[in-house]
């Protein structure tokens, strides 16, 4: 599956609007599948960016228990900017469109910090 940067942002924004610490479920998100949207809550807790549990039944996801990390907090402090995202998503496909979470996250910070 295709990593998709707008669904990785869209997630970090719904579960930090459900309430830190925990949001119980996998979000629904208009224009993405219920297995798209699994898939990017487990990039996103297996990189660092979401914590919690994730139980499965029937080979999908039954229940998830996420919050978010402080490396989450430090990405959506720009992501939340339009204009910082939009330099970001054009960044990365200048890099050739294939980065890592650490080297996204590292810009990022750079961003706020510029």
Not at 50 to 61: E, M, R, V, W
Not at 77 to 95: G, H, I, S, V
């Amino acid at each position: 599956m295709k990593r998709e940067k707008e669904l990785l942002r869209e997630i970090l924004l719904l579960v930090e609007d459900k309430g830190n610490p925990d949001y119980y479920g996998i979000p629904s998100i208009p224009h993405y599948s219920r297995e798209q949207v699994e898939y990017h809550v487990i990039l996103l807790r297996d990189t660092g960016f979401l914590k919690g549990q994730i139980s499965y039944g029937s080979n999908k996801i039954a229940e998830a228990f996420l919050g978010l990390t402080p490396e989450a907090h430090d990405a959506l402090e720009a992501m939340r900017d339009k204009a910082t995202w939009e330099r970001f998503k054009k960044w990365t496909l200048n890099a050739g469109g294939t980065i890592t979470v650490g080297t996204a996250l590292e810009f990022i910070k750079f961003k706020i910090r510029g």
